[in-house]
Nanobody, 115 residues
Framework: QVQLVESGGGLVQAGGSLRLSCATSVRIFSLNAMGWYRQAPGKQRELVAVITSGGSTNYADSVKGRFTISRDNAKNTMYLQMNSLKPEDTAVYYC?????????WGQGTQVTVSS
């Protein structure tokens, strides 16, 4: 099981920015992919962005052009830079790591965007 620790959530006004971090307990190279998911109250968890071991990225249509997923291999940490935040981005954001078909999840970090 991969241990994941998220940080960086908080309260921000619409149009503002936040950067989420996800520190892993293993070397990122050992993971097939990492991603960020979010879950708003009363809604299902949804994929926000993913980055594969090869560095390919993919984003939900709702965040394209505003969010950027990246990783620092030396620090074994993944990031989500969120710009131009909207109230509809309000959710608990979860870090995910996939290794040989097994998913690991962080505890989640709250992001609240006020209008």
């Amino acid at each position: 099981q991969v241990q994941l620790v998220e940080s960086g959530g908080g309260l921000v006004q619409a149009g503002g920015s936040l950067r989420l971090s996800c520190a892993t307990s293993v070397r990122i190279f050992s993971l097939n992919a990492m991603g960020w998911y979010r879950q708003a109250p009363g809604k299902q968890r949804e994929l926000v962005a993913v980055i594969t071991s090869g560095g390919s990225t993919n984003y939900a249509d709702s965040v394209k052009g505003r969010f950027t997923i990246s990783r620092d291999n030396a620090k074994n940490t993944m990031y989500l830079q969120m710009n131009s935040l909207k109230p509809e981005d309000t959710a608990v954001y979860y870090c995910n790591a996939r290794r040989i078909g097994t998913d690991s999840w962080g505890q989640g970090t709250q992001v609240t965007v006020s209008s």
